[in-house]
C-alpha cells in the first residue's frame, strides 16, 4: 500500500509540474525560457552540435596535419570538422554564440541553415549575422517575442534615435533619423498604426527637438500632444499656411549652411560643412520632425481652388522631403493607402521617403505601395498579418532588407501625460510661433478603462 501511495505522490507531482510547464510556455513564454528552455537548449546545443553541423552540411574536411596528428594518436576515422564554436552567452529571450568559419565558407552558408538548426535545436527561431570576415554570430530566440512585446533595456538613445518597436530577433527597432531621413508608414483601421505614433512621439519628446504636426482629422490623433507640439494644423487649411513657413525656415538653414561655407581659405576642413550637424553646436539650429498623419487628406479635392492649394501643398512636402535633411528637417508620413490614384506627386512624394513601416493592410496593392519598391519579398509578409495582431508591422529600407517588428503598448493618457511633462523642451522658433495650438492636451478627471490590446494594438 505505501508503494502505491508513493507511486500516486510521484506520478501526480509529474503530472502537476508537466501541466505548469505547459501553462508558462503559452501564458509566460519568459518565464518558461528563463526556468527551462534555457537549459534545455543549452544542453541540445552542447550535445548535438557536431551532428547537427555535420547533417546541415556545414562541415568541412580537415586539415592535412589534423588529419595525420588524429591517424597517428587515435588511428579513429577521420571524420569532417564542423565550424569552431565560441563560448555560449544565455540572455532573457534565447542565446547566442559565435561561430569561426571553416576556410572556403561563408555568412550565406550559415544562413541557408537557419530553419534546420531551428528545428534541431528547438527554439523558435535562428538568425545569423556578420560579425567579421569568417566569423558569424548565431542569435538563438527562444520563443515568440512579438506575442507580448517587452523592450530591452537600453541606455539614454542617442540623439534622433529612438527604440520605437522589438523586432523578431529580439533587438529593438531604432527609428534612425540621422541614417533614414523620412519614412512612410501605411495600415488600415486598428492596425496599430496610431500606437507606434506614440511611441515614436513619446521617444522624440524627451529630446531636444522640434515637433511639427499636421493632422487634417481635425486633430484627433495629434491634438493630445500640442504641450510638446511647436506647430499644429488640424486641416488642410491650416497645412497650406503651415508648410511654405517650413520650406522657409529650410531655406534659411540652408543659408545658414552657405553662409559657414564662405569662411576664409586656410579653415580646417573639419569646419567646412555641407549639413548643419557640421555647425559649431551654438550655432546649430534645432532639428525639426514633421508629422503627417493620413496623407491622403493633403491630396484629396472637391473645388479647382482646392486642386491648386493640393498642387502647392505636394510640391512642399517634396521639397522638404528632398532637400530637408541638410537642414535637419525630417519627414514621418502616415495613412492607410499611398499610391497614385491619389493624385499628381502622390508617387514622387512617396519615393523620397526612404523607411517604410507597413501595418496589416486591407489589400495587397496597399502593401506593394510600401514595400513592393524597395523589399518584394516582405510584400507577402505584410499581406499575411492577422486582425487579431494589432501593433505587428514589416520594417523595410531602401537596402532591401526588411524585418517583423511590433510596438509596445502606450495608452493615449501615458502619451498625453508624457508630453505635457516635457512641455518646457518645446524650442523657441519664432516662424512656428503662430502655430502653436491652444488645444488642451486631454485631462481626464476619472481613468477610463483601457479598451483590450487586441483592438488597439
Not at 117 to 138: M, N, Q, S
Not at 150 to 176: H, K, N, S, W, Y
Not at 205 to 224: F, T, Y
Not at 370 to 375: E, M
Request: some cysteine.
Amino acid at each position: 500500500m505505501s508503494d502505491l501511495l508513493t507511486a500516486l505522490i510521484l506520478g501526480g507531482s509529474v503530472v502537476v509540474l508537466g501541466a505548469g510547464a505547459v501553462w508558462a510556455r503559452q501564458r509566460h513564454p519568459a518565464v518558461y525560457w528563463a526556468v527551462l528552455g534555457l537549459p534545455l537548449s543549452v544542453v541540445r546545443v552542447l550535445t548535438s552540435y557536431g551532428s547537427v553541423m555535420d547533417a546541415c552540411g556545414l562541415t568541412v574536411a580537415p586539415s592535412r596535419l589534423r588529419a595525420l596528428a588524429v591517424r597517428a594518436a587515435t588511428r579513429r576515422e577521420i571524420r569532417p570538422v564542423p565550424p569552431r564554436r565560441g563560448l555560449i552567452r544565455p540572455t532573457s529571450t534565447g542565446l547566442r554564440f559565435r561561430l569561426r568559419l571553416a576556410p572556403g565558407q561563408e555568412p550565406a552558408d550559415v544562413a541557408a541553415s537557419a530553419e534546420r538548426l531551428r528545428h534541431a535545436w528547438g527554439v523558435h527561431a535562428v538568425y545569423v549575422a556578420p560579425v567579421k570576415p569568417g566569423v558569424v554570430e548565431l542569435r538563438l530566440v527562444g520563443f515568440n517575442v512579438l506575442t507580448r512585446v517587452r523592450m530591452p533595456r537600453t541606455g539614454t538613445p542617442d540623439e534622433l534615435q529612438i527604440p520605437v518597436a522589438l523586432r523578431e530577433d529580439a533587438l529593438p527597432f531604432v527609428r534612425d533619423y540621422l541614417t533614414i531621413p523620412h519614412q512612410l508608414t501605411l495600415g488600415a483601421t486598428l492596425s496599430g498604426k496610431s500606437m507606434y505614433l506614440r511611441n515614436l512621439l513619446t521617444g522624440l519628446a524627451r529630446q531636444p527637438v522640434a515637433l511639427v504636426g499636421i493632422d487634417c482629422k481635425r486633430g484627433v490623433e495629434l491634438a493630445p500632444f500640442a504641450p510638446r507640439l511647436s506647430a499644429l494644423a488640424t486641416d488642410p487649411h491650416e497645412a497650406g499656411e503651415l508648410l511654405p513657413v517650413l520650406v522657409k525656415e529650410m531655406e534659411d538653414r540652408y543659408d545658414l549652411i552657405k553662409a559657414r561655407q564662405g569662411i576664409a581659405p586656410g579653415t580646417p576642413d573639419e569646419d567646412i560643412t555641407s549639413d548643419i550637424w557640421g555647425l559649431p553646436e551654438s550655432e546649430r539650429p534645432v532639428p525639426v520632425v514633421l508629422f503627417v498623419d493620413e496623407v491622403a487628406e493633403l491630396f484629396l479635392v472637391a473645388t479647382r481652388k482646392d486642386e491648386e492649394r493640393r498642387d502647392e501643398m505636394v510640391t512642399q512636402l517634396i521639397r522638404l522631403a528632398q532637400l530637408g535633411r541638410a537642414a535637419g528637417i525630417y519627414l514621418e508620413v502616415s495613412g492607410q493607402r499611398f499610391g497614385a490614384e491619389l493624385g499628381k506627386g502622390a508617387t514622387m512624394l512617396r519615393a523620397q521617403l526612404s523607411g517604410r513601416v507597413c501595418h496589416r493592410v486591407n489589400d495587397e496593392a496597399s502593401a506593394k505601395m510600401a514595400l513592393g519598391d524597395i523589399a518584394p519579398e516582405a510584400v507577402g509578409a505584410a499581406c499575411s498579418i492577422a486582425p487579431e495582431r494589432p501593433g505587428l508591422a514589416v520594417a523595410g529600407d531602401t537596402s532591401g532588407g526588411w524585418t517583423r517588428i511590433r510596438t509596445p503598448y502606450l495608452s493615449l493618457s501615458e502619451a498625453a501625460a508624457v508630453c505635457r511633462e516635457t512641455a518646457s523642451l518645446v524650442p523657441e522658433l519664432p516662424a512656428l510661433a503662430r502655430f502653436r495650438t491652444s488645444v488642451p492636451a486631454y485631462e481626464m478627471a476619472s481613468p477610463v478603462p483601457a479598451a483590450p490590446r487586441t483592438a488597439l494594438g
